[in-house]
């Protein structure tokens, strides 16, 4: 099994930045596709961005790319999202996940664990 733990949410005005880290303990995150979703009050939850399962791809929401940014520190075991020019659609939960059995998915059911969630709150 693999703990994630999300923290660096909060709030930030349009336009801003923050940046989300994923803490990964138990089986180390090389194992695993790393993704980041998000879920919106009322909305279903959404891919944004993810690491392939080798580390050496990333993929990205289509409204987020050119704005956000995936990364990974293997010696730490965290993956990190960096989010640029930041808007107030952009106002959701954030969650990061991995996926033990296939080498990338934007789909939220492929994915096996779950953090627990860091709001980021982005005013107009």
């Known amino acids: 099994q693999v703990q994630l733990v999300e923290s660096g949410g909060g709030l930030v005005q349009a336009g801003g930045s923050l940046r989300l880290s994923c803490a990964a303990s138990?089986?180390?995150?090389?194992?695993?596709?790393m993704g980041w979703f998000r879920q919106a009050p009322g909305k279903e939850r959404e891919f944004v961005a993810a690491?392939?399962?080798?580390?050496?791809?990333?993929f990205y929401l289509d409204s987020v790319e050119g704005r956000f940014t995936v990364s990974r520190d293997n010696a730490m075991n965290t993956i990190y999202l960096q989010m640029n020019s930041l808007r107030p659609e952009d106002t959701a939960v954030y969650y990061c996940?991995?996926?033990?059995?296939?080498?990338?998915?934007?789909?939220?059911?492929?994915?096996?664990?779950w953090g627990q969630g860091t709001q980021v709150t982005v005013s107009a």
């Open positions: 690491f392939s399962r080798d580390g050496r791809n990333t």
């Open positions: 138990g089986r180390t995150f090389s194992d695993y596709a």
């Open positions: 996940a991995a996926a033990g059995g296939v080498a990338f998915s934007s789909t939220a059911n492929r994915y096996d664990y």
